[in-house]
């Protein structure tokens, strides 16, 4: 147990700074290759924090533990919304205004969706990954071509992110970060993984639970550290477009690439199919109501959010434990929370484009 326990910080450690060389570089060569500011924010960035998902998945999907490469990837989802958005929500109310992110959300929910529905039948295949794959390459042009028009002000309140230090500027040194970081990362996964599955294992906890929690939660530490400094330093679309962005890598290029390399693609337990799956694509549809409006999401929402994951963490260790209570606190949160939730996030909404100041014309 204290070798596995080693093992587990070691592989958080490495993926933590893995991720964090390999966005410094890749965001550095992006921007010193031409690539304007705009797309290096959108993509290497959100790109960058999701790696240790792709690291961790493909890793499971390849060492014979495909539950913990699905729920991390599900997980993460969960994750990122609930807790990171939650959290950077507390850190100070998140204004998001701007066009970027209101057109990420549909294409973070139509990607949720058809997750759901290649998953339906128990498993992502080869196709379906490359259904998946495919549309991230689609979303990473349409994020090229709209770079081309995005305003000076846009540019340069993102290229503000990547400070020009002397040692960073050469091209050699910022792949060197890269590789670094990809070494770091592949190294980070394998402890981890192999950690958390002789872990579950010993415990008599599916793979399933401790993708869903464990690997999840510590594979997205660096978004939730990108989101919790984007939002300290007023960066509030960079904090929530962070989330959206990664939420989109993790379905279509880390599932996507997954169900491509793993033999057989990348099956899917009952368990996730009834229930996990709903919650990850409820939780993309919770980001609808609050960012389309185009107004804050205040301190109490971000406790809303951080509650709803709570309630989902606790109802994963009722269902591990096999308590009798679990099914009670699933009905009650279904039936009786989430509605509620619902009707208070339509009234406010309304309430608060009611109250909209209407421009000057």
């Known amino acids: ?111 949720s969706l058809l997750l759901l529905v290649f998953a339906l039948d128990g498993a992502i295949d080869h196709f379906e990954g490359l259904i998946l794959f495919t549309a991230l390459a689609v979303y990473t042009l349409f994020l090229v071509r709209r770079s081309r028009t995005a305003s000076r002000a846009e540019q340069a309140r993102l290229t503000g992110e990547w400070p020009d230090a002397p040692w960073t500027r050469g091209k050699s040194m910022q792949i060197a970060l890269i590789a670094g970081g990809l070494i770091l990362l592949v190294l980070g996964a394998n402890w981890l993984v192999d950690a958390a599955t002789s872990v579950a294992r010993a415990l008599g906890v599916s793979d399933l639970t401790i993708g869903l929690t464990v690997v999840a939660a510590g594979t997205s530490l660096p978004e939730l550290a990108t989101s919790a400094v984007a939002a300290l330093r007023g960066e509030r679309d960079i904090a929530v477009g962070n989330i959206i962005g990664s939420n989109i890598f993790n379905i279509c290029a880390v599932l996507g690439l997954t169900a491509l390399i793993a033999p057989g693609g990348v099956p899917v337990s009952e368990t996730a199919r009834a229930a996990d799956l709903w919650i990850m ?16 999401i205040s301190r109490p929402e971000g406790g809303l959010l951080l509650a709803y994951y709570a309630a989902y963490t606790l109802w994963l260790i009722l269902e591990a434990r096999h308590s009798a209570h ?24 309304v309430r608060h484009n009611e109250n909209k100041t209407p421009p000057a014309p």
């Open 1 to 111: 147990m204290i070798n596995n326990t080693f093992h587990f910080l070691l592989g958080l450690a490495a993926l933590v700074i893995g991720a964090e060389l390999l966005v410094r570089g890749a965001a550095k060569l992006a921007v010193s290759a031409g690539i304007s500011p705009l797309t290096a924010g959108l993509t290497v960035v959100a790109f960058g924090t999701g790696a240790p998902e792709l690291a961790v998945s493909v890793g499971g999907a390849l060492g014979g533990a495909p539950d913990i490469a699905f729920g991390n990837i599900v997980g993460s989802n969960i994750v990122n919304v609930l807790l990171i958005l939650g959290v950077s929500a507390l850190i100070v109310p998140l204004a998001v205004q701007s066009r970027i992110v209101r057109q990420e959300i549909p294409i973070m929910i139509g990607a």
């Open 281 to 296: 694509a409820a939780s993309a549809l919770a980001c609808l109501p609050i960012l389309l409006s185009g107004r804050e």
């Open 326 to 349: 679990a099914p009670v606190f699933a009905n009650a949160i279904l039936g009786y929370a989430l509605p509620a939730t619902i009707i208070f996030l339509a009234i406010d909404t």
